[in-house]
Structure formats: C-alpha cells, structure tokens
C-alpha cells in the first residue's frame, strides 16, 4: 500500500538553506509533488517532478528524488520569512488515480 | 478567478446537527475530493468523485454523505454531527488530461467544530 511520511518540523535561520524530507513506500508512483499551506489557507501546488527524473531546479526551489530509496527531498535556499508554512509530500499512484499525501512539514523561518 | 469555492469559512455546529459544506468550481475539472485535516494525520480522503454521477469513498468516509449532480458542484454533508469531526474541511479538484503535472487544486477551506 501506499504511505508518505514526513518529518513534522523544521526550524531554519533566515538565509539558511531549508531542506524537507519525506519518503514513500509506492514503487508505482509516476509524479511526486510539494505543496505549501500558509497559515488559515488551503494547499497550494509548489512544484512536481516526474518519475523518470533524479533532480528539478525551480530559482530557489530543488527537488532531490532517489527512487532505489523512495526518498524526495525539496531544498529552500536563502530561505525568507514568507516560506514559513506547511510543506506537504505527495504521490500520484493507481494509474494517474489517486494522490496520496503526507502528514506535512511545518517549516518555522526564525529571522 | 478559476478556482474552487467553499462555504462557509467556518461554522461552529451542535452535535447531532445536519451540515452541507459547499464545494463549487468553475475550472470544468472532472474529478473532485473532499479531505479533512488534522493535526499530526495530515490530510485523509473522505470521498472523491471522478466525475458527474458518480461518488466513491475515500479513507474516511463515515459519517459523510456526497452528491455529484453537475460538474460543478460537490456538497459535503454530516447527518448528524459528532466531536470527532471537528476539523479543517478541504475541497479539491482535478483534470484527467493534466492530472500528473498540475496536480490538484484546492479550496481555501471551512474550519468546523462540532461542540
């Protein structure tokens, strides 16, 4: 079956570099996704990376994904304040049916 | 603005009370979900619909109830509220063609609490 799990927090000076991790157990999945929640709002879709791919560069954004270990990784760099959020790991399985989501990393920015 | 409505925002509900929580897009996407979210669980699938006329469950899909009449519309209701189902509420839509790199769109949420 499928599961993705997730770290619940992170904590990272402004400027760092932020990274999240997650890992999953379906070999099937064909798109790996990061979404960010802000405070009192709904997900947003950040970035996706396709299966056949190692690695996906988007400015700050780098999505690191091995799948021998079925691990995803999403990079920040010269993380800001406003990248202060929930940062959720998703995968799309079952033939393009069916995401399933992590439980969500919450990422705290101290300045 | 393409996107996904709900409503309410938030409602605070007395057990054993009926709730519809609404859900409309105007993207023309075939596939919608609803999911709850809770603290430490993430985000469970309640139920979905894959298009006009048909509903499935999800995860956690007791005590819920789904219609899809239309392509738009996708209406989530408690028939009799209970404590455990206070959470965040989200509706989420899909398109079939671009399903894999576009994801879901979400709404931006209701907040209840059953007390």
């Known amino acids: 079956g499928e599961d993705v799990e997730q770290s619940l927090f992170l904590s990272v000076r402004e400027g760092d570099s932020s990274v999240i991790n997650c890992t999953y157990t379906?070999?099937?999945?064909?798109?790996l996704y990061w979404y960010k929640q802000e405070p009192g709002a709904g997900l947003q879709l950040l970035t996706y990376?396709?299966?056949?791919?190692d690695m996906k560069q988007d400015q700050r954004l780098t999505v690191l994904l091995n799948k021998k270990d079925k691990h995803l990784s999403l990079r920040i760099a010269d993380t800001q304040t406003g990248d202060s959020a929930i940062y959720f790991c998703a995968e799309l399985t079952g033939g393009y049916q069916k995401v399933t989501f992590g439980t969500g990393t919450k990422l705290q920015v101290i300045p | 603005i393409a996107g996904i409505t709900q409503a309410p925002t938030s409602q605070i509900l007395a057990a054993g009370r009926r709730m519809t929580l609404r859900c409309t897009q105007d993207m023309r996407h075939n596939a919608m979900y609803w999911y709850r979210q809770d603290l430490g669980l993430g985000l469970r699938l309640i139920h979905y619909s894959n298009t006009a006329g048909t509903t499935g469950k999800g995860e956690v899909p007791d005590g819920y109830s789904v219609s899809r009449a239309n392509t738009d519309d996708f209406p989530l209701t408690l028939a009799s509220a209970v404590p455990s189902q206070t959470s965040v509420y989200f509706c989420?839509?899909?398109?079939?063609?671009?399903?894999?790199?576009?994801?879901?769109?979400f709404g931006s949420g209701t907040r209840l609490t059953v007390v």
């Open positions: 990376i396709f299966s056949n791919m």
């Open positions: 989420a839509s899909s398109d079939d063609r671009d399903r894999g790199p576009r994801g879901y769109t």
């Open positions: 379906d070999s099937s999945s064909t798109y």
